[in-house]
Every structure is written in C-alpha cells, then in structure tokens.
C-alpha cells in the first residue's frame, strides 16, 4: 500500500505565498512522476504542474512564473512553492504519485492521489 500524505494548504491574502508538501510512504520500490492537480468548486480537476524523478517540469500556463515546483527523492516528497497567488488559485489541491510497488518479483506501477488540502486565496 502507498499513502500521499499533504500539508501545506490554508487562507492567503491575494499576492501572498504558501508552499504545499506532499510525501509518499509504504511498500514504494519507486516513485516515478509526481505532480499536483487542483480542483475549483464546480470545476474539473486540473493539472497545476508534474515532475519527472529526473527533475523535468512542467506547467499549466495558468502558473507558469508564479509557481515552482520540486521534489526531494531520498524524501519521496514533492513540493509546490507557491507565489502571487490570486483569488482564481483557490481549489482543493491534490499530490498526485506515480509509484512502483513489488509484490514478489512483479513490478507494479499504480497511480495515487491525496487526500487534497484547501487553498483559499482572498481578494
């Protein structure tokens, strides 16, 4: 079993600053791709940003320069700094993992979420 433990969420005055952290934990042989995604009240969730355990990124255009994302793979945690944040930023927010598991000699690659946590941005 793989939990995605976050922390991080909370209320903001619009151009303020919070950082989020997500930590993967159980029977992880690797975690692969990590990402947050967030979800507006009656919105789709949508991707915010994803790395690669390489360390490549990538954004949606909504936060490009504004937010930053990283991850410590000795930890099995990523991060996303997150800056000028705007009343449009509030959603739930969710880690997101993509992690192999071994059972025996099988290699499994499963996809985990979450829990999410609250960002609410105030104008």
């Known amino acids: 079993q793989v939990q995605l433990v976050e922390s991080g969420g909370g209320l903001v005055q619009a151009g303020g600053s919070l950082r989020l952290s997500c930590a993967a934990s159980?029977?992880?042989?690797?975690?692969?791709?990590m990402g947050w995604y967030r979800q507006a009240p009656g919105k789709q969730r949508e991707l915010v940003a994803t790395?690669?355990?390489?360390?490549?990124?990538n954004y949606a255009d909504s936060v490009k320069g504004r937010f930053t994302i990283s991850r410590d793979n000795a930890k099995n945690t990523v991060y996303l700094q997150m800056n000028s944040l705007k009343p449009e930023d509030t959603a739930v927010y969710y880690c997101?993992?993509?992690?192999?598991?071994?059972?025996?000699?099988?290699?499994?690659?499963?996809?985990?979420w979450g829990q999410g946590t609250q960002v609410t941005v105030s104008s």
């Open positions: 997101n993992a993509v992690v192999t598991t071994m059972r025996i000699t099988l290699r499994i690659v499963g996809d985990y």
């Open positions: 790395v690669t355990s390489a360390g490549s990124t």
């Open positions: 159980g029977s992880i042989f690797s975690v692969n791709a």
